[in-house]
């Protein structure tokens, strides 16, 4: 069934769905955005960091390898969720060869719910030998894991409330005589969710993704029993900000959540308060948190720039300086774009 049906369908069964709903079944189910479209890349919808440069890729797998030299040193799982086209995975292992024992010590594991991707993925690292899984399953656990995302939370759906006086949660409805969905609201009774609310009363809107919580936990309980690492790049906050954030994108352009369903990526900045309590929950350390502009100059991207930039000719320098702005200015991805590194070893 096309999605837009399926999405009909279900308001008339339920008579109104909130977004976070609408959001799941355009992207994750049936034939739905996230598991069958190509998305990323400069030709398709939207680009990230690891597709922009080379650069990032690198400067996070020397994180990686550092990390694994002080911390671990023994076989661990490598496990990347939703490596998109193998971009970031490919850099990491292309980097590792200065340091050749983490290589050695490395199972690869990569989660990702997207046949089409994962065809791509398949394709792109064939010479390496690779799990895959559509869910979060790691098939050793007798070692530890070093698992990592980028722009990975930002795909779950979220609900969307805002406040005037009360909290109010926007609904989807659909009106068969005019053939077109819309936006209604209704006050929050439940208990629970006002008080979650409570913290977004100065920004005086909120978005909510139980999902994401739901996914951050089992990996939280996972790191706790097997111990391990896990590192999430993200566009996100710490402070809720004033405005909501969903965003819809169709080939590089800004869309209306109705526009192209089920054909055009959806995201939401990642609320990282959220995550970090969570971690806490769950005694996890907390290693790191900063931006992405600082992660990647303090682990040596303008060294790695300047590197790549010797002996090259004008333009091929003025296409890196413009690929390392892109990732580290703070107008562009280098404030908006978080890093957090939680453990348990
Ligand atoms: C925005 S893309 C980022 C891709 C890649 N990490 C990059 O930086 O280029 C999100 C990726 O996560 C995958 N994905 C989204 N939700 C997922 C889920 N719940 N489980 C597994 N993969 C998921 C998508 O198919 C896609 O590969």
């Avoid at 997207?114 to 030998?129: C, G, P, R, T």
């Avoid at 566009?235 to 590089?252: A, D, E, F, V, W």
Wanted: charged share 25%; aromatic share 12%.
């Amino acid at each position: 069934m096309n999605i837009e049906k399926l999405l009909i369908d279900k308001i008339n069964k339920k008579g109104i769905i909130d977004v976070a709903e609408f959001i799941q079944i355009s992207q994750f189910e049936n034939d739905g955005y996230y598991l069958t479209n190509n998305p990323i890349g400069k030709k398709n919808d939207f680009i990230t960091a690891p597709e922009i440069s080379q650069m990032f890729g690198e400067i996070f797998a020397i994180f990686l390898i550092n990390y694994w030299d002080r911390k671990i040193k023994t076989k661990f799982n490598l496990v990347e969720l939703g490596p998109g086209r193998g971009t970031l995975l490919k850099d990491i292992l292309r980097t590792s060869y200065i340091n050749k024992q983490f290589l050695s010590a490395a199972r690869l594991t990569l989660i990702e719910k997207n046949k089409n991707l994962m065809k791509l993925q398949q394709d792109i690292l064939s010479n390496d030998k690779i799990e895959w899984s559509e869910e979060f399953l790691i098939s050793d656990k007798k070692i530890p894991s070093i698992i990592y995302s980028n722009e990975f939370f930002d795909c779950f759906p979220v609900r969307q409330f805002y406040k005037k006086e009360k909290w109010y949660e926007k609904f989807i409805k659909y009106d068969d005589s005019e053939q077109k969905f819309s936006f209604v609201s209704q006050k929050v009774n439940n208990h629970k969710i006002l008080k979650t609310l409570e913290n977004f009363n100065d920004a005086k809107v909120a978005e909510i993704s139980e999902q994401r919580k739901k996914y951050f936990n089992l990996i939280c309980k996972f790191l706790k029993k097997h111990k391990g690492v896990f590192i999430t790049i993200d566009y996100g906050y710490i402070n809720p900000p004033k405005y909501l954030s969903l965003q819809t994108i169709y080939n590089h352009k800004n869309t209306h959540l109705f526009e192209n369903i089920g054909c055009q990526d959806i995201t939401a900045h990642v609320n990282f308060e959220e995550l970090i309590c969570l971690a806490n929950e769950h005694n996890l350390n907390i290693d790191l948190f900063c931006n992405q502009k600082d992660f990647l100059i303090s682990n040596g991207i303008q060294e790695r720039l300047k590197a790549l930039q010797k002996n090259k000719n004008e333009q091929v320098i003025r296409n890196l300086d413009f690929d390392y702005k892109r990732l580290v200015d703070n107008s562009q991805m280098g404030e908006t774009f978080k890093v957090l590194v939680i453990s348990c070893l």
